[in-house]
């Protein structure tokens, strides 16, 4: 009796690991920077592992409107090397991750606790959303909640 050996089947493994620092400069400035460490198994003998980091503001104007910046996935990226699957053929390719910048504007009229804001995302690539929320809430203590989206 001949015994075969079988190959286990190797499931994608896709996770980061983030550390996030941040620090309030002033009452008005807030600033944060999360480092990510990367890391994909897509196959057996094929992974990659990268590092990235985001960044972040916000700044309040007043104590009912402040304005966000976020910049993420910057040097993200990974790098594929085919060589332990396919030998001579194999190759090396990087895919770098869309670099994604978010700026948002945030009005809060606290006696009512009413809050109205606009986001605006672009990536290179080639993403442009904007969107809007809002949240009412009434005489009566019901809360309204609207979100918008588009691009």
């Known amino acids: 009796m001949k015994m075969e050996k079988k190959q286990a089947i ?3 493994l896709k996770t980061s690991f983030s550390s996030p620092y941040q620090n309030r400069f002033s009452e008005r400035l807030s600033i944060g920077i999360s480092f990510k460490f990367l890391y994909y198994k897509l196959y057996q ?4 592992s990268g ?22 996935d910057i040097n993200s990226r990974y790098q594929w090397d085919s060589t332990p699957l396919y030998g001579q053929d194999g ?6 991750f869309p670099l ?9 009229r606290r006696s009512e606790d009413n809050r ?21 809430q009434s005489l009566s203590g019901s ?5 918008h989206r588009s691009g």
Not at 100 to 108: A, E, H, P, R, T
Not at 121 to 130: K, M, V
Not at 143 to 147: A, E, I, P, Q
Request: proline fraction near 3%.
């Open 100 to 108: 994604l910048k978010k700026l948002g504007c945030l009005q809060i």
């Open 10 to 12: 190797s499931l994608p």
């Open 51 to 72: 590092i990235g980091f985001d960044i972040g503001a916000i700044y309040l104007i007043n104590p009912q409107l402040s304005l966000s910046l976020m910049i993420s």
């Open 91 to 96: 190759v090396i390719t990087k895919d770098n």
């Open 116 to 136: 109205l804001g606009f986001e605006f995302e672009n990536s290179n690539g080639g993403t442009n959303i904007f969107s809007r929320r809002s949240r009412i």
């Open 143 to 147: 809360v309204l909640t609207s979100r």
């Open 45 to 48: 003998g094929i992974t990659s």
